[in-house]
């Protein structure tokens, strides 16, 4: 039944089970219906396969993974700082919302936000108080651990169930599906959220119910990673100064010792200098390493090589010839530290 232009939650449910779910959504989004019946019937819907969602911070990384959501048939709220970030996806059928409490509202919201700061000056204990009950927040941000228990406390402060997913791939395999999700959080919330990540990811590593450990994890690969990236400049370095075509020594490197993606994917690109555009970013490199020297050093372990690490990238970071490119560019500095041919 229609009332004073409203429609009743009685009417929308009777919509869905009879199957008319295309009505369905453009009842769920009319401006009129109660914020707390539209929360009950996008949980709802949950079940059925489709929901209302929110996904906040659309950059190289979010706004891939928002389409995958909205291709899946999801409605996606879209919301960005800059808003004009959210205009392809808004094209392709998603709602652009001006203000991050729109797509909290939605009871169920994924954010990829670049830092701790950038999270904090968003989602505010304003933000979070707005949440109607039983909303779930994903976080596929890489944060610190001090950041990601912090957060933690401030959402349960409010009754917003908080997960820590972040991600690992390049944002060239997001739109495939192909990115691993390190997850932790609260197992009942994990379970009601895992056919979305089944959408964003081929695998979902739960390590854990307290949020941090999944930050801790990815700190963990990222350092792995910086690693891979300053062996790989020293093994090239060294076969070119000796007269070796580096492509040459990346096929019979990653075909015999180091098979994985790491060496696979950025081997290539170190050889040819395929730094831009960047996948990522030189000074999200440099925070990564940042995040692991606090891990650790919140935990008493000693890193021995991230000085050189860190020495590598400030360097890199201060040629702007090199700072607006792909974190890989860092293997430069070492090129360059090569004695010239004789």
């Not at 979010?62 to 999801?74: F, K, N, S, V, Y």
């Not at 968003?122 to 651990?145: E, K, M, Q, W, Y």
Request: glycine share 8%.
């Amino acid at each position: 039944m229609r009332r004073n232009g409203r429609f009743t939650l009685t009417q929308i449910q009777r919509s869905h089970n009879g199957h008319c779910l295309s009505r369905c959504r453009t009842v769920v989004k009319h401006r009129h219906v109660r914020d707390h019946d539209r929360m009950h019937f996008s949980a709802s819907l949950r079940g059925a396969g489709m929901s209302d969602v929110g996904f906040v911070g659309l950059g190289a990384m979010g706004t891939p993974m928002a389409r995958r959501l909205l291709d899946a048939g999801h409605t996606v709220h879209a919301w960005n700082r800059t808003a004009s970030a959210a205009d392809e996806l808004v094209d392709s059928g998603a709602i652009r919302v001006n203000d991050v409490r729109d797509a909290v509202a939605t009871g169920l919201v994924f954010s990829m936000l670049a830092s701790d700061e950038a999270f904090s000056k968003v989602f505010t204990d304003d933000v979070l108080r707005s949440a109607p009950p039983g909303t779930i927040h994903v976080n596929h941000a890489t944060l610190s651990v001090t950041a990601a228990e912090r957060f933690a406390a401030s959402h349960e402060k409010f009754g917003v169930a908080y997960i820590a997913a972040p991600v690992l791939g390049r944002s060239t395999v997001v739109s495939e599906g192909k990115l691993n999700i390190v997850a932790a959080g609260p197992r009942d919330a994990l379970a009601q959220v895992q056919s979305f990540l089944d959408i964003l990811g081929k695998r979902t590593w739960i390590v854990g119910e307290s949020p941090q450990a999944a930050n801790v994890v990815k700190i963990a690969v990222n350092y792995n990673l910086l690693h891979a990236l300053q062996a790989l400049a020293e093994s090239l370095t060294l076969v070119e100064c000796a007269g070796v075509d580096a492509q040459s020594f990346v096929d019979i490197l990653t075909d015999s010792a180091f098979t994985g993606t790491a060496y696979s994917g950025y081997g290539p690109i170190i050889a040819h200098k395929r730094y831009s555009p960047p996948g990522f970013a030189l000074p999200l490199g440099l925070k990564d390493l940042t995040l692991a020297e606090s891990a650790a050093a919140a935990e008493g372990v000693v890193l021995p090589v991230a000085p050189v690490l860190r020495q590598m990238f400030e360097k890199a970071l201060a040629d702007p010839e090199l700072a607006d490119l792909d974190w890989s560019a860092v293997a430069e500095i070492t090129r360059r530290m090569a004695a010239p041919p004789r």
